[in-house]
């Protein structure tokens, strides 16, 4: 699987590099106004040619004049333009997410306007886009921030291919537009839904099990923590709570955490909207449990993921989750995966 997506990675790159010799440096479309502005300019020009009139010359040459300051002004704005893509920490499939892009201006006395810009992904067909946004104004050697709306279709890697940047500063005239070179990639994880803690979601075992242990304590307080959803209000220490400004749990010595094994089965021949079906309720148990404060593992025919905590482990079970497939998840059972301070078995 890795190498062949080290293929594919070297595949794109070798196509971009290509689209990037090809590509010309500016791209320029008239607009419905721009194409009415030139037949007028065709008019007038034709009939100072057949009467020789003087007038009809200077609102001629006017209006060449016209289109040459507007693509002057429209060059002005897109040079010295530069975007830093900034995406959220996850990304989930099905999900509405926001990114910022940071536009800078890096002339030191003129001014861009008219501004927008649009995101664009590899797909199967090709590059699409996937968000776009305006800005008005970007003055010069300084900056701004603008957001869009992604919404990933699928889980697996979101290749971004470039932004393209666009203006019809300054009459409306023409577009004219630029497109930057702005690689990066994005794990997007399977689509996850609100699910009730510690029950099954369906009827079917291979979509998840959810099997919890209770939670057993002492009687001595050995360290705090956030209140968590499904902490009972008896745990809440409220002193330190006040003093902080928001709930805080106090974890008693020998305390051992609820613990949940997710299972997944994806055997050969299951139609693919039964597959991402499966996945999701994989991911969706995964993330309801440990925000529930419970030891969450994973269990595939493959691999196993021993229950655990922590941002790190979670990472580590919605990565395996966003890239999975049958055949992975049928393997031949291998080994007991177990994250750093995972307890034993």
Not at 56 to 73: E, K, R
Not at 199 to 211: K, Q
């Amino acid at each position: 699987m890795d190498r062949e997506r080290d293929r594919r990675s070297r595949r794109d790159s070798a196509l971009r590099r290509a689209r990037r010799r090809l590509r010309p440096p500016r791209s320029l479309r008239a607009t419905r106004a721009g194409w009415c502005f030139v037949a007028i300019i065709f008019g007038v020009g034709f009939a100072a040619l057949n009467t020789g009139n003087n007038l009809l010359y200077l609102v001629f040459a006017l209006m060449l004049a016209f289109l040459v300051l507007s693509g002057v002004l429209s060059e002005a704005s897109l040079r010295g333009i530069r975007i830093e893509r900034h995406l959220p920490r996850e990304l989930f499939a099905a999900a509405t997410h926001s990114v910022v892009l940071r536009v800078h201006n890096d002339q030191r006395r003129v001014a861009s306007f008219a501004l927008t810009i649009e995101d664009r992904a590899l797909a199967d067909e090709g590059p699409r886009s996937v968000g776009r946004c305006f800005t008005l104004r970007v003055g010069p050697r300084s900056r701004v921030d603008r957001r869009y709306a992604l919404a990933p279709e699928r889980r697996g890697e979101l290749v971004f291919d470039s932004l393209r940047v666009s203006t019809r500063f300054p009459f409306g005239l023409f577009v004219k537009s630029v497109e930057l070179e702005a690689p990066g990639t994005a794990l997007v994880y399977p689509a996850v839904h609100p699910l009730p803690i510690g029950a099954p979601t369906s009827d079917d075992p291979h979509e998840g099990e959810a099997r919890p242990e209770p939670a057993r304590g002492g009687d001595t307080i050995g360290g705090l923590r956030d209140h968590l959803a499904g902490d009972g209000l008896a745990r809440v220490h409220w002193r330190r709570s006040l003093r902080a400004g928001r709930l805080v749990v106090g974890e008693r010595e020998g305390e051992a955490r609820a613990r949940l094994e997710v299972l997944l089965q994806l055997p050969a021949g299951l139609p693919t909207p039964a597959i991402e079906q499966r996945i999701s309720e994989a991911a969706s148990q995964v993330v309801a449990h440990l925000e529930a404060g419970f030891e969450v593992g994973l269990r595939t025919r493959a691999r196993r993921f021993a229950p655990a905590t922590g941002a790190a482990h979670r990472r580590e079970l919605l990565r395996f989750l966003a890239r999975v497939t049958p055949t992975q998840a049928e393997g031949e059972p291998a080994t007991v995966f177990r994250p750093a301070g995972a307890p034993g078995r």
